[in-house]
């Protein structure tokens, strides 16, 4: 069973689309992390947020944390053949001392030129 | 970018042989995991370390064993390879916690093991 379920799993869209991706679970997380991949290479984290309801932008990604912490989205405006590649959101449970994250699945995004 | 890295990055073995994947870090960081990434699964752990000679189990640790007998080495062996490991893995390190026991983790570049 995943802990954290990302939806959808594939997106295939063309440059300068707007898109959402989703991370859910049933589950509280003290913190919700998002990482990106590209082929070859191991995750880089994009943000971390803690608080519930919190937004953070990084140029045309934006992050929320649900108001409950159990939930996060990444939404991407006007997309760029740069930012394909596979995202990973990841979560800290409450009362894991030890910094152990449980990932998602991951959402593998192509923008076409 | 973090000093992490990987060795082999590539390697085919038979079935029942053992494996050892090292991973060494010169970040000074205090925990250090070990993941594998398969389609459809993600990322799943596999043991992790929390400081010299300490280690423990992830979700997937069945098959698997590990060892950190300095700050900079965590090392992962598989004693009798299966066809279920061929696998990608990737070693991560992450320093001091922060806030809501947040630590952001660093990968390697992965290793790929295919067992035939």
């Known amino acids: 069973t995943q802990l954290l379920e990302q939806s959808p799993q594939f997106l295939s869209i063309q440059e300068g689309e707007n898109l959402t991706v989703y991370c859910n679970s049933s589950s509280v997380f003290s913190s919700l992390q998002w990482y990106r991949q590209e082929p070859g290479e191991g995750p880089v984290l994009l943000v971390t947020?803690?608080?519930?309801?919190e937004v953070k932008k990084l140029k045309r990604l934006t992050f929320q944390f649900g108001d409950a912490r159990k939930d996060s989205s990444l939404h991407i405006t006007a997309a760029q053949p740069g930012d394909t590649g596979l995202y990973l959101c990841?979560?800290?449970?409450?009362?894991?001392?030890?910094?152990?994250?449980?990932f998602g699945r991951g959402t593998q995004l192509t923008v076409w030129p | 970018d973090a000093g992490i890295t990987q060795s082999p990055r590539h390697k085919v073995t038979e079935t029942g042989t053992p494996v050892t994947l090292r991973c060494h870090q010169t970040e000074n960081h205090r925990y250090m995991y070990w993941y594998r990434q398969d389609p459809g699964h993600g990322l799943r752990l596999i043991h992790y370390?929390?400081?010299?000679?300490?280690?423990d189990k992830g979700e997937v640790s069945d098959g698997y064993s590990v060892s950190r007998s300095k700050t900079e080495d965590f090392l992962l062996t598989l004693e009798s390879a299966t066809s279920s490991q061929t696998s990608v893995y990737f070693c991560?390190?992450?320093?001091?916690?922060?806030?809501?026991?947040?630590?952001?983790?660093?990968f390697g570049e992965g290793s790929r093991l295919t067992v035939l």
């Open positions: 990841a979560g800290a449970q409450r009362g894991s001392t030890l910094g152990r994250l449980y």
């Open positions: 947020v803690v608080t519930g309801g």
């Open positions: 991560a390190i992450s320093g001091q916690l922060k806030r809501a026991n947040t630590g952001e983790l660093f």
């Open positions: 370390s929390y400081g010299v000679k300490d280690t």
